[in-house]
């Protein structure tokens, strides 16, 4: 199944100051979540962000809090976003059948929120390359088990380019000059 620009949201999960240093290849893993926030603002997908604990781990980061809007970001406990009213709510108000999601960590809030957004038969996307961890073991270990469990594992441009579904319009032109170097 492809990613459908009209059908999709992208769920940026628990990105947040305290946890960041933690996470293993940080850096990289920042500069592809703001790659993709940046296409979806670009191409008009919507973006929401959760905050696990922010009292204890902080907001989401500045660099990917800039380029979400303040009431597309929504504070939790639950692990999983689903099993929070609020974010709930807040997917459900999109009426995505497809989330892509990014964020921290794999094995734990991502992979969580993953599998109850299957379990309500959406198509569920989990962006490889930004998703991260503490330990790589980790991350590879999750990102198995939602392989087996019907996730489809995906990259940044795979969604970029399925987003985008034809080359030779303004918004490919536009998309290829800042993003596709």
Same mark, same amino acid.
């Given at each position: ?30 500069? /592809? ?7 979806? /603002?670009?191409? &008009? ?35 999983? @976003?689903?099993? +929070? ?6 997917? /459900?108000?999109?009426?995505? +059948? ?8 794999? &094995? ?7 599998? +109850?957004?299957?379990?309500?038969? $959406? ?6 390359? @930004? ?17 087996? /469990? ?5 990259? $940044?441009?795979?969604?970029?380019? +399925?987003?985008? $579904? ?14 596709? $170097?």
């Amino acid at each position: 199944m492809l990613i459908h620009p009209d059908r999709s949201l992208l769920l940026l999960v628990d990105v947040q100051e305290k946890l960041v240093p933690a996470i293993d290849d940080a850096a990289h893993l920042i500069d /592809n979540c703001g790659w993709l926030t940046d296409v979806a /603002n670009r191409l &008009h997908i919507p973006v929401i962000a959760t905050e696990q604990y922010p009292q204890g781990l902080g907001g989401t980061i500045e660099v990917l809090r800039q380029r979400v809007p303040q009431e597309q970001i929504f504070a939790k406990m639950a692990f999983s @976003c689903v099993s +929070e009213t609020a974010c709930a709510d807040a997917i /459900n108000s999109v009426k995505a +059948e497809q989330i892509v999601i990014a964020g921290i960590e794999a &094995h734990v809030c991502v992979l969580q929120t993953a599998m +109850e957004l299957k379990q309500q038969a $959406r198509e569920v996307f989990v962006v490889e390359d @930004c998703v991260g961890s503490r330990s790589p073991s980790d991350k590879a270990a999750a990102l198995a088990r939602l392989r087996q /469990n019907g996730v489809q594992i995906v990259t $940044r441009e795979m969604v970029a380019f +399925e987003w985008l $579904r034809k080359a030779g319009d303004d918004r490919f032109r536009q998309i290829s000059r800042e993003f596709l $170097r």
